[in-house]
T-cell receptor
Framework: NAGVMQNPRHLVRRRGQEARLRCSPM?????VYWYRQLPEEGLKFMVY????????ESGMPKERFSAEFPKEGPSILRIQQVVRGDSAAYFC????????????FGQGTRLTVV | AQRVTQPEKLLSVFKGAPVELKCNYS??????LFWYVQYSRQRLQLLLR??SRESIKGFTADLNKGETSFHLKKPFAQEEDSAMYYC????????????FGTGTKLQVIP
C-alpha cells in the first residue's frame, strides 16, 4: 500500500490561472480530508468528503474553491483564478471510516502563485 | 471558537536532556487532544492522543483541563526526535473539526 499520494508536490501558477490538486487515498479508504497550511500558520480544515459526497465544507472559502471525490479516481481540490494569498501547502488525509485521528496524511502539495 | 496555541516555534535541547513541548487550547466543552509529528521529508503522522493515555517513543502528554494544556514530554531527548510537532484538538462534529496549532520544531543537539 503506497499510502496517500498527492500530486503534484509543487505547483506554480500565475495569478488568474486554475490550480488542480490531486489526492489518491490509501487503498480501501473512502474518506478524504483536505487541509491548508498558510505560511507561519497551523493546518486548517477545509473539507471532508466521502465517495461522491461532500460531508462538511465549512472550512472552504466561499468562492473559487471546490472539491470533489468521484466514484472512480482521485479527490480533486480545485482553485480557480488563483491569487497570491492562495500560496500555501495543501494536505490531504484519508481514512477507512470516520475519524481523522485514524487518518493517514499525504506529503502535501505546495502551491506558489506568482 | 476552538484554538490551539503552541508558543514556541523552535525548541533546541541537548541529547539526553528533558523535553517539554507546550500546547494550550481554547475550547468550551470536552475536547479530544492529539499530538502529530512530521519528520524531515516525511508525512504528518499521529503520535499520540490523550484518551489512550499511552507512551509512544518515550513521549507522554497529560491533559490538564484546569490549565487547558496538553504539553508533550520526554525525559531524555534523542537525536531521532528532531522533527516538527503539532498539537491538535477535536471538537463538536468529531473528527472533521480537528484544529491544529502552528507547530514547534524540536532540534536535538548531539
Amino acid at each position: 500500500n503506497a499510502g496517500v499520494m498527492q500530486n503534484p508536490r509543487h505547483l506554480v501558477r500565475r495569478r488568474g490561472q486554475e490550480a488542480r490538486l490531486r489526492c489518491s487515498p490509501m487503498k480501501g479508504h473512502s474518506h478524504v480530508y483536505w487541509y491548508r497550511q498558510l505560511p507561519e500558520e497551523g493546518l486548517k480544515f477545509m473539507v471532508y468528503l466521502q465517495k461522491e459526497n461532500i460531508i462538511d465544507e465549512s472550512g472552504m472559502p466561499k468562492e473559487r474553491f471546490s472539491a470533489e471525490f468521484p466514484k472512480e479516481g482521485p479527490s480533486i481540490l480545485r482553485i480557480q483564478q488563483v491569487v497570491r494569498g492562495d500560496s500555501a501547502a495543501y494536505f490531504c488525509a484519508s481514512s477507512p471510516r470516520s475519524g481523522v485521528t485514524e487518518a493517514f496524511f499525504g506529503q502535501g502539495t505546495r502551491l506558489t502563485v506568482v | 471558537a476552538q484554538r490551539v496555541t503552541q508558543p514556541e516555534k523552535l525548541l533546541s535541547v541537548f541529547k539526553g536532556a528533558p523535553v517539554e513541548l507546550k500546547c494550550n487550547y481554547s475550547y468550551s466543552g470536552s475536547p479530544e487532544l492529539f499530538w502529530y509529528v512530521q519528520y524531515s521529508r516525511q508525512r504528518l503522522q499521529l503520535l499520540l492522543r490523550h484518551i489512550s493515555r499511552e507512551s509512544i517513543k518515550g513521549f507522554t502528554a497529560d491533559l490538564n483541563k484546569g490549565e487547558t494544556s496538553f504539553h508533550l514530554k520526554k525525559p531524555f531527548a534523542q537525536e531521532e526526535d528532531s522533527a516538527m510537532y503539532y498539537c491538535a484538538l477535536s471538537g463538536p462534529g468529531g473528527y472533521q473539526k480537528v484544529t491544529f496549532g502552528t507547530g514547534t520544531k524540536l532540534q536535538v543537539i548531539p
